[in-house]
């Protein structure tokens, strides 16, 4: 980390803040799309931008091979900061295997590229594209119990097998969304096991407060994303039930600083914890012209620069 100059104070300077961005600020959500921009191109951009740190995105977008993509990502002075997995463990204890086989091959890359944290993303209760029901918004206490066992299982599973620690994601239209759910699963699973990665903009999609929950869970955050909402577009979403991602096409996420929540008290919130976090920027914006992600990661860097971050 960057220290203090003497012209920075501890209270302006997020000295224990990593800052970086992801495929999908590139609108990349699949590992293969027409829509979506060359693996090559998103790595030589998100250099251009001032990023240092990556995620990997879908697995199988960036070369799964590590010492290709150790290779790639050197030579531009990246360096990866996290990989995402996709899970749907409320399913209980019969979707194990799947999900192990899904995770495995992502965590094995990971600890490769000398990250330390695996994203988990709950399964979808829609279809995010259609916006078909496929199960329930709201689980039964069983699942509940299956979605805490199974996710503490899971952390204790990649801790043992490669030293990576999960930061569960909260998401719009998935079971750990609004504030009750995501403190209820907070209270349920194991904090020397389960952290959350904290989307300030899916919380704020979904009706929370990431400062308020960054002030009363504090030791349980141990990621960020940095995202925000378009107020006005939530509005017309929430007012018509419209699908996480016809939502995104909509534009419900936007650039900073235009949108909600304000990003200053989030990092100011974080920088108290005391403690090294990444937060990583995530604009949705799946499909967008390929012209579209360069521009606005690089202002988006200058305005965290101008937070301190």
Known sequence: MTSLSPQASPQSSLSRIRIGSAPDSWGVWFPDDPQQVPWQRFLDEVSQSGYEWIELGPYGYLPTDPAVLKEETARRGLTVSAGTVFTGLHRGPEV????????????????????????VIPAFWRDDKTGEVLESSALTPTQWRNLTAQTERLAHEVRERYGLKIVVHPHADTHIDSEE?????????????????????????????SVKLIETYGERIGYLHLKQVDPLVLAE??????????????????????????????????????VELFAIVEQDMYPCPPDKPLPIAQRTRAFLRSCGA
């Open 96 to 119: 194990w295997d799947a999900t192990w086989a899904h995770v495995s091959d992502i965590a094995a890359l990971t600890q490769a590229m000398g990250a330390e944290h695996l994203v």
């Open 181 to 209: 759910n995501v403190t209820r699963f907070l209270d349920a699973t194991d904090s020397s096991l389960v952290s959350l990665c904290l989307d300030t903009g899916h919380y704020a999609y979904c009706g929370g407060d």
């Open 237 to 274: 979403v929430r007012a018509n039930e419209v699908p996480f991602g016809p939502a995104v096409a909509k534009g419900v996420m936007c650039e900073p600083p235009s949108g909600v929540p304000a990003l200053e008290p989030v990092l100011a919130a974080a920088q108290k914890l005391d």
